[in-house]
């Protein structure tokens, strides 16, 4: 069986996870899909698990790298393999609810132009508590026509691609996943293809982003600017886009990037990794402006790091914006949130 759907699963080291999410997608109500496993020469138990669940159910396809190629790659290996008319990527510490495919295939339906279909995405903690849920803070659902959803996605907003199903066109319109910009490819991806397509989104929660201590997103340093900053010379060349919304689009991810200095700034400080802290101010000052903002920011660090109860105020901010920022996401129904917990059972 060929399937309508291609679920893009890389995995590395992590045979537990991988035997969670795989169990996450063949629980799905809809049920024209195949899952491709592309394991990055894990060395365990991780071809074991994969291949006892093909033998289960043969929806279920495995590959396995004789050397490790790196996660973004694989990601992308996994999508320069895609033949069926939908795809979507998993990692492997990612679950989905059942619904996922179900809800995402009727957007299309709703909306037969559209290149995406998403769904909400919960970001949660290895307990299932709620930490962040994007489309929350969107106005609305349903269709946007370019490139109004593009300027929904900024401001770290954009869909979370746990739960995004895309058309095969959309690698046709956006191009396939560019490892130089890192990170954020995601996020790259996704802005171009709503800047110039339009793309149908859903609010209803349809799977979790888990956090944690392992999670890349936890690492990042401020070698991420260069990504954004990729993002924007592409914005800026994308002859698809609409010239007036190319220059607006690129400016306000330009002001993203700086923000995403501004919190691995804090965040380095927060922790006690002060030299990525000192780094993000340089990257300010140096490379990515205002300069007279890296230098504030590197005023801060040298205050903070000097003395002890700036940090302690530092944290307490920290923590009070965390807290905020999880407080739509703590409105979930409690049936989908025991959903959630219930998939992330090992």
């Known amino acids: 069986m060929s399937g309508t759907i291609t679920t893009i699963l890389p995995t590395f080291r992590r045979p537990q996870l991988l035997r969670r999410a795989l169990r996450s997608v063949l629980r799905q109500t809809y049920q024209d899909f195949r899952v491709c496993v592309y394991d990055n020469a894990s060395g365990d138990e991780t071809e074991a698990v994969a291949r006892e669940a093909a033998a289960a159910d043969r929806r279920v396809v495995y590959f396995g790298h004789p050397t490790n190629i790196g996660g973004a790659a694989n990601f992308l290996f996994g999508m320069r393999r895609v033949d069926t008319p939908y ?40 307990a299932g508590a709620p930490l962040f849920e994007p489309l929350a803070l969107w106005r609305r659902e349903g269709v946007f026509e370019p490139p109004s959803g593009a300027f929904a996605m900024l401001d770290n907003r954009h869909p979370t691609w746990t739960t995004a199903l895309f058309r095969r066109e959309a690698i046709d319109r ?23 397509a339009p793309i149908f989104v859903s609010r209803r929660a349809c799977g979790a982003y888990v956090r944690h201590a392992a999670a890349h997103s936890m690492a ?39 923000m995403k200095l501004i ?42 790091t000097a003395i002890a109860p700036l940090r302690a105020l530092l944290r307490a901010v920290e923590n009070s914006r965390l807290g905020m920022r999880a407080r739509p996401a703590r409105s979930i129904e409690p049936a989908r949130l025991g959903q959630i917990r219930e998939a992330l059972a090992l």
């Not at 994308?238 to 220059?247: A, G, M, Q």
């Not at 205002?290 to 230098?295: K, L, V, W």
């Open 87 to 126: 795809f979507s990527f998993l990692s492997d510490d990612d679950v989905l609810l059942p619904d996922f495919y179900e809800t995402a295939i009727a957007g299309f339906m709703r909306s037969p132009g559209a290149l995406m279909s998403a769904a909400s995405t919960v970001e949660v903690d290895e």
């Open 174 to 196: 956006a191009g396939y996943l560019d490892l130089e910009v890192g990170g954020p490819s995601d996020l790259d991806f996704e802005l171009r293809l709503a800047a110039s």
């Open 220 to 258: 990042e340093t401020p070698d991420v600017a260069a990504g954004f900053a990729r993002i924007c010379r592409k914005i800026d060349e994308d002859t698809l886009i609409e010239t007036d919304s190319r220059k607006k689009l690129a400016a306000r991810v330009r002001r993203q990037m700086r």
């Open 263 to 304: 919190e691995i700034w804090v965040k380095g400080l927060v922790r006690g990794d002060d030299a990525v802290a000192r780094d993000a101010a340089l990257a300010m000052r140096d490379r990515y402006g205002p300069r007279a903002g890296g230098s504030l920011l590197l005023g801060g660090w040298r205050a903070v």
